[in-house]
């Protein structure tokens, strides 16, 4: 006896219909991610700008101060000046010379250290800069006192509501426990049943070179529903469902202390 070649080709497609709505609320969820993302970069950056116009007016005072206290300095000095110049001329106590003497260095004292402040303001103002601590910097009061126009003031229930509606940091929060719900949409989909659509075509013939020839002959083709449900994962699948809960109930602690913050 001998054997009869046989040849065949086939093409089958296959298309979920329903697999407990986890497709879409995994698409849902990326989307939510991303947004979470995109907001937790403008936290970060309101964070990073806020750091910086800090440290700059911490700077500005630093400057502003050293010039108060080195006028200080000088009266101080004009004083001993003074007092020296009447202790010579006997109308005076040797008292006053001293206790002007002891105003000039404790006003030399307070130069110095305000000299110190000003290094360290200028340090914390680069490293929030990103720069090397020691890079020099030099800042410009851009405040004018005489024309300065500042804006209207807001009561403290206007401020609380625009930081609710505006700020990134919660906006962010919002968005986390926004995916954290989906996941547990997802997570609860692997208790539902899968059902998919096929769809399958083949060719079969004992010639080769008569497989894809004569279409209209040595075809069949098939399709219809499946249906499956998993019953012996079950423990995973609550696993995970109890893991999603976990991560939901975070997410909402972390917006309500975004709030109270």
Do not use: C
Not at 173 to 187: E, F, H, Y
Not at 191 to 213: C, G, H, I, K, Q
Request: positive net charge.
């Amino acid at each position: 006896g001998f054997a009869i070649p046989s040849y065949s080709a086939g093409i089958t497609a296959n298309q979920m219909i329903y697999n407990g709505g986890a497709s879409w609320n995994i698409i849902k969820q990326a989307k939510q991610n991303a947004r979470a993302t995109e907001l937790n970069a403008d936290a970060t950056e309101n964070r990073t700008a806020m750091t910086v116009k800090q440290q700059y007016y911490n700077l500005l005072k630093a400057i502003r101060t050293h010039e108060v206290q080195l006028e200080q300095v000088k009266l101080s000095s004009e004083q001993l000046r003074q007092s020296e110049t009447m202790y010579k001329l006997g109308t005076e106590a040797k008292v006053a010379v001293l206790t002007a003497r002891a105003n000039w260095g404790r006003s030399r004292i307070v130069l110095i250290t305000q000299e110190s402040a000003i290094r360290q303001a200028k340090a914390a103002l680069n490293t929030s800069m990103g720069r090397p601590a020691a890079a020099p910097v030099d800042v410009v009061d851009m405040i004018d006192p005489e024309t300065a126009s500042f804006p209207a003031p807001m009561g403290l229930d206007a401020a609380i509501s625009a930081a609710m509606d505006r700020n990134p940091d919660i906006r962010s929060s919002s968005a986390q426990v926004r995916t954290a719900r989906l996941g547990k949409k997802v997570a609860t989909g692997g208790l539902l049943p899968t059902v998919t659509a096929f769809f399958n075509y083949n060719r079969s013939n004992s010639e080769l070179n008569r497989l894809f020839n004569n279409l209209g002959q040595n075809w069949s083709y098939n399709y219809g529903v499946s249906f499956s449900l998993s019953i012996l994962n079950g423990t995973r699948t609550y696993g995970a469902i109890s893991q999603a809960r976990a991560d939901y109930y975070i997410a909402e602690e972390g917006l309500e202390q975004q709030r109270r913050n």
